[in-house]
């Protein structure tokens, strides 16, 4: 015989706890799907940016591997529509552009863009300008092209103890010798890199003020403005110093269309 229930009994709660428990599950599902839906329009806005670096950057007539961009904030829906964006970083590999007709070689370009304005149509349809406020960058030009652009026969650089190295063979009075010394790497107004070397020396150089200024000479022909060239993002040059790797380059701008290298 079933037993009956009175009313506020063991069952109605029960009934009452599968309800919550469901409700809860419900809202998991939700959340989940809104952070699914967050996590695809942060992947939709990095490679509509991307594609559009890439674009500016043959524009320009460089080449690079293809943007590795990455849109930070969360949540990224609330920042669609408000139309700003804390931070974007886009990472640049293997850039080659020209100077005069020889390649120069940045192996890296970091660029951090901060306060970035992008509507949520321009996003959409990639169509109008994506602005940041601030864009910082970190780069390396590699050795080998920056000796390409001094275009003396041998000629090594590298980096010794913070300063920027070279090596290179010369005839000094008929003798087959090897010039060495280092260099100050400086900005120069005009926004190239100056290099400046002023200590050369060379093992078993004669003891003659004809050999030592032949060693001079070369210094100061080596000693020159190196013209960078257009860097994207409208980027000027801060500060360069010599590391292992390459000669690094910090650069900054303001104001500036991410989406528009040029």
């Known amino acids: 015989m079933a037993e009956d229930y009175p009313a506020g009994g063991a069952r109605p709660r029960r009934r009452g706890r599968k309800l919550l428990i469901g409700l809860i599950v419900l809202l998991l599902v939700v959340a989940g799907l809104l952070v699914v839906a967050d996590r695809v329009a942060v992947g939709v806005a990095e490679r509509t940016i991307a594609d559009r670096v890439g674009q500016e950057i043959a524009k320009q007539g460089a080449q690079a591997a293809t943007p590795d961009v990455e ?7 609330t920042q669609v529509l408000d139309g700003r964006y804390q931070r974007i970083t886009i990472n640049l590999r293997d850039v080659r552009t020209s100077v005069e007709g020889d390649a120069v070689q940045l192996p890296v370009l970091d660029v951090t863009a901060r306060n970035v304005r992008a509507s949520l149509d321009t996003l959409r349809t990639g169509q109008g300008d994506i602005i940041a406020d601030t864009v910082n960058g970190a780069g390396t030009i590699s050795y080998d092209s920056l000796a390409a652009l001094l275009n003396r026969p041998g000629l090594k650089l590298g980096e010794q103890n913070g300063k920027l190295a070279v090596t290179a063979p010369v005839d000094i009075l008929g003798q087959k010798l090897t010039v060495a010394g280092t260099a100050d790497v400086t900005v120069a107004d005009n926004g190239a890199v100056a290099l400046r ?6 093992a078993g150089l004669p003891n003659l003020p004809l050999a030592r200024a032949l060693v001079n000479n070369y210094a100061k022909g080596i000693s020159i403005d190196v013209p960078l060239p257009d860097l994207p993002f409208q980027l000027t040059v801060r500060e360069v110093r010599p590391l292992p790797e390459g000669l690094a380059v910090t650069v900054d701008a303001k104001d500036v269309p991410i989406n528009s290298v040029g």
């Open 71 to 77: 849109v930070a904030g969360t949540p990224f829906l």
């Open 197 to 202: 070397f002023n200590d050369l020396d060379a």
